[in-house]
């Protein structure tokens, strides 16, 4: 199948790792010229060489950025990078870390704050900031422009210990629903991919986590994770990152305001 990717101008952010980096390497290979983009240059720029390394696309497809999703300021900056570059943005996938896990009684008020800059805001900021381009992208003939937001099973069926995750990621569906509404007439696509247990080192983090507060072994932790999968096992960060790119193709143009459950089968409500 001929995704119509080859070409298209995508940024990644939170991509120096894991589902963000997986993703950036996916659309590298079907044919994007990929701007990634994390908080530490030299992360960023080892994750923009491996890539190369392991798809064989040519380093000056890949455009290494630093970005703080926190920061607005950034994020006008980071994008101003990409289109002066490239001339244009096709695709933009909104990523970062995920919050710290923990129960009610574990956050302050600033807790709270941070993990709505990090997850919430930085994507409202990026799509704001993006839009114009995205547009432009849109109007053009045999344009594309995609807007894909990486967030959480837990937006669709909360996580009892993440509570800021589970908070921050429902403001996204909210966000994401109203732009795909507003933007489907100039045939802007928007659209949110929502991971379950996928092999990354935040999820490594969240069994070191969870073996600190129970004393169960990492093993028996991420055993109990893929048991609750109907597929019986953790998710690949390659499996997510076939998603993206699908959502991210032409062949998707008529899948918009979805939010897609890449987990295994973990979600078991009907719809
Ligand atoms: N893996 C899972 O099982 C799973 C399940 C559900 C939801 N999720 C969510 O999916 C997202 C990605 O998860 P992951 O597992 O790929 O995590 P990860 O392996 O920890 O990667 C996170 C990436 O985000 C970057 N990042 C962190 N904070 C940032 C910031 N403020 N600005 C820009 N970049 C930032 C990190 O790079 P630098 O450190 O270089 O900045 C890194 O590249 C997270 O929101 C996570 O909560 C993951």
């Not at 530490?40 to 630093?66: F, N």
């Not at 703080?68 to 001339?87: L, S």
Request: charged share 20%; glycine share 8%; hydrophobic share 45%.
């Amino acid at each position: 199948m001929d995704l119509g990717l080859q070409d298209r101008i995508a940024l990644v952010t939170g991509a120096s790792s894991g589902l963000g980096w997986a993703a950036a390497r996916e659309l590298a290979r079907e044919g994007c010229k990929v701007a990634l983009c994390s908080r530490s240059e030299t992360r960023i720029r080892q994750a923009a060489a491996r890539i190369a390394v392991e798809t064989g696309v040519a380093e000056d497809r890949l455009l290494p950025l630093v970005c703080d999703v926190r920061e607005e300021a950034q994020i006008v900056q980071v994008i101003e990078q990409v289109v002066a570059h490239w001339g244009q943005l096709n695709i933009l996938v909104t990523n970062a870390g995920g919050p710290p896990a923990g129960y009610i009684g574990d956050f302050t008020a600033d807790d709270w704050r941070a993990a709505l800059e990090l997850n919430l805001l930085s994507t409202i900021n990026l799509c704001r900031h993006a839009l114009p381009h995205l547009r432009q992208a849109a109007r053009k003939p045999n344009g594309l422009a995609r807007i894909l937001m990486i967030t959480s099973i837990s937006a669709k069926q909360p996580i009892p210990n993440l509570y800021l995750s589970n908070a921050a990621r429902a403001g996204v569906q909210g966000f994401a629903k109203s732009l795909a509404e507003e933007l489907g007439p100039e045939g802007i696509t928007v659209n949110t991919l929502l991971p379950g247990y996928t092999r990354t080192e935040r999820l490594a983090e969240l069994a070191r986590l969870q073996q600190q507060r129970t004393g169960r072994s990492v093993e028996e932790i991420e055993a109990s994770w893929a048991e609750q999968a109907a597929l019986k096992r953790l998710g690949e960060p390659e499996e997510f990152a076939a998603a993206v790119v699908f959502l991210a193709s032409a062949r998707a143009s008529y899948i918009t305001g979805v939010a897609l459950p890449v987990d295994g089968g973990r979600s078991k409500h009907l719809l």
